[in-house]
């Protein structure tokens, strides 16, 4: 009988690229952060379908969440594309 992996042993799911990709930026509410989120994106990702994003705001309006769906094309991209959100200042998260 084989032995099950440790779970850190386990490889993270490949993706293939070029792909589909949903990305949701989370941050406090502020009138430039739907700008500057899609600013950054169009940046590493041209040609966002500006009709497939979700913006919703928290219960009491503190902050925003915004789903972008892009054409990911390698983990280089997502990695650059996360550390631009990140070091806008308005980004808290990004999923």
């Not at 500057?36 to 919703?56: C, F, Y």
Request: net charge negative; with cysteine.
């Amino acid at each position: 009988m084989a032995e099950a992996m440790p779970e850190q042993e386990k490889e993270p799911p490949k993706i293939e690229f070029p792909c589909d990709y949903p990305i949701k930026v989370l941050g406090r509410q502020c009138e430039e952060f739907e700008s500057v989120v899609i600013e950054i994106i169009e940046r590493h990702a041209p040609g966002i379908d500006l009709s497939r994003i979700n913006v919703k705001s928290s219960r009491k309006g503190t902050f925003t969440s915004m789903t972008v769906f892009i054409t990911a094309t390698g983990q280089p991209q997502l990695e650059a594309l996360h550390g631009d959100l990140m070091a806008s200042g308005l980004v808290q998260m990004v999923i």
